[in-house]
């Protein structure tokens, strides 16, 4: 991950810094195909510090016509060691973005906003719930209408030139929370505020917090909690297995030589 921010940042601050515009082809809200996953008040609750999992993983990107964005990850890591082991991952961020000149794309996150949950049941008795900040750049994207789902496709090119999962247009206008800052830390916000439903990631808490697991009912109590539902990982890891063993041994079968 290290690495991966020194690379993107410094191919961040080597790419053009004239002509950048905002195209209309990116506007709208954009899910891979589980189409589970999206951007907006049904992902991230900022009033109640709470990240709602999806029922599938997947990743949804939102893009505004005056240079905003949001952003929503939902993914599943199998454990090939212990298959009984898998961690999930949520992340949500929002900030600014432009096409540079050469036709990259630049995103730049509101650095107290995003958030990540980590759960890893055999490794943390408590989900990890920290603040997220990655400023992301995309090599290049297209946009066109898929040929078999009729509907509009965005493809999105790593940094490095690796594609991302193909997405597919699911709102225009985008399905958003506001583009402003949701969580400021500074003494004189109102992220000070009291109220027993209003909570922020101040400055004084470390970025390794964790926090309780839901209760049964899944409410919201005095404190934050949060929670990824542990059989439902532990299902989509077995899955990836299944798929990685047939990908594997199904060519063996047809007598393919795997190089």
Do not use: E, H
């Given at each position: 991950m290290l690495l991966y921010t020194s690379l993107a940042t410094?191919?961040?601050?080597?790419?053009?810094?004239?002509?950048?515009?905002?195209?209309?082809?990116?506007?709208?809200?954009?899910?891979?195909?589980?189409?589970?996953?999206?951007?907006?008040p049904g992902f991230y609750d900022p009033l109640n510090e709470r990240l709602i999992e999806p029922s599938r993983t997947g990743i949804s990107y939102s893009f505004t016509g005056d240079g905003h964005y949001e952003e929503a990850y939902y993914r599943a890591v199998s454990n090939p060691a212990q298959p009984n082991c898998p961690s999930g991952i949520m992340q949500w961020q929002h900030g600014t973005w432009v096409m540079?000149?050469?036709?990259?794309?630049?995103?730049?996150?509101?650095?107290?906003?995003?958030?990540?949950?980590?759960?890893?049941?055999?490794?943390?008795d408590n989900s990890v719930y920290t603040r997220y900040n990655q400023t992301e750049l995309f090599e290049r994207y297209s946009v066109y209408k898929d040929p078999y789902h009729g509907i509009g496709r965005l493809d999105m090119y790593k940094f490095d030139g690796s594609p991302m999962n193909p997405m597919y247009l699911v709102y225009s206008p985008p399905q958003m929370l506001p583009t402003t800052t949701l969580n400021p830390t500074s003494a004189s916000s109102?992220?000070?505020?009291?109220?027993?439903?209003?909570?922020?990631l101040d400055n004084e808490v470390p970025l390794s917090w964790k926090v309780r697991l839901a209760s049964e009912d899944g409410k919201v109590g005095g404190d934050v909690v949060h929670t990824i539902n542990a059989d439902r990982l532990w299902w989509i890891g077995l899955g990836l297995m299944g798929v990685g063993g047939l990908l594997y041994l199904g060519p063996r079968r047809m007598g393919v030589q795997l190089s």
């Open positions: 410094a191919l961040l601050l080597a790419a053009p810094a004239v002509a950048q515009t905002w195209p209309y082809d990116l506007i709208g809200t954009w899910s891979t195909k589980s189409n589970q996953t999206l951007t907006g540079n000149a050469n036709g990259s794309l630049s995103l730049t996150p509101i650095a107290v906003d995003g958030r990540q949950l980590l759960s890893s049941p055999c490794q943390f109102t992220a000070k505020a009291t109220g027993k439903n209003k909570r922020s």
